[in-house]
């Protein structure tokens, strides 16, 4: 079945770069999401990537895709103590979201 | 600019209560989804509904039922709430997945004791 993985926990400084990894199992996803929590609320589109793109830019953000190894990875430049979150990768294989765990980011200033 | 509303916000049941959770989006939207979401499991859905008139089971349907009133509301209920179904509830919609984004309601807590 489907199975998105993602490390748990990120601790970086303010004005470094933290980059969120993601493995996922479906080849068949033409979209990959990342999905944004803050505390107390609901989930909130950050950015995705069609499967045929290799890169993706926005602003601070950048995601990556290795489609052979089904790898996805957020970068976010120049963190700030408001990008403290949970960090959902998702994939799309029909037509529901399927959630990884979540990566909680903490920024320290 | 509501989006997606649910209710309630909170809920206490007691083991054995039935509850009706509501949700309704304001969108147009087609497909609508139910998720709840637990300490160190992330998000894990638990029925679907791809268009109005039909629903799917996720990956965690059992002790649950799902009603697509309309095109606007979807509704999930617990006949005998458990303690195991402590846990807080999203529902979600978009205009079709995976080419649009899915937006997320504020979410449900729901505790049973």
């Known amino acids: 079945g489907e199975d998105v993985e993602q490390s748990l926990f990120l601790s970086v400084r303010e004005g470094d770069s933290s980059v969120i990894n993601c493995t996922y199992t479906?080849?068949?996803?033409?979209?990959l999401y990342w999905y944004k929590q803050e505390p107390g609320a609901g989930l909130q589109l950050l950015t995705y990537i069609f499967s045929n793109m290799d890169m993706k830019q926005d602003q601070r953000l950048t995601v990556l895709l290795n489609k052979k190894d089904k790898h996805l990875s957020l970068r976010i430049a120049d963190t700030q103590t408001g990008d403290s979150a949970i960090y959902f990768c998702?994939?799309?294989?029909?037509?529901?979201?399927?959630f990884g765990k979540g990566t909680t980011l903490s920024v320290s200033s | 600019n509501a989006g997606v509303t649910q209710t309630p916000k909170f809920q206490v049941l007691k083991t054995g209560q039935s509850m009706t959770l509501q949700c309704a989006q304001d969108?147009?939207?087609?497909?609508m989804y139910w998720y709840r979401q637990d300490p160190g499991m992330g998000l894990r859905l638990i029925y679907y509904?791809?268009?109005?008139?039909?629903?799917d089971k996720g990956e965690v349907p059992n002790g649950y039922n799902v009603s697509r009133l309309n095109k606007r509301e979807f509704s999930l209920r617990l006949e005998s709430a458990a303690p195991s179904q402590t846990s807080v509830y999203f529902c979600?919609?978009?205009?079709?997945?995976?080419?649009?984004?899915?937006?997320f309601g504020q979410g449900t807590r729901l505790t049973v004791v």
């Open positions: 998702a994939e799309t294989p029909g037509t529901a979201l399927i």
């Open positions: 969108m147009n939207h087609n497909s």
């Open positions: 509904s791809a268009s109005e008139g039909t629903t």
């Open positions: 479906d080849s068949s996803s033409t979209y």
């Open positions: 979600a919609s978009s205009l079709r997945l995976p080419t649009n984004e899915a937006f």
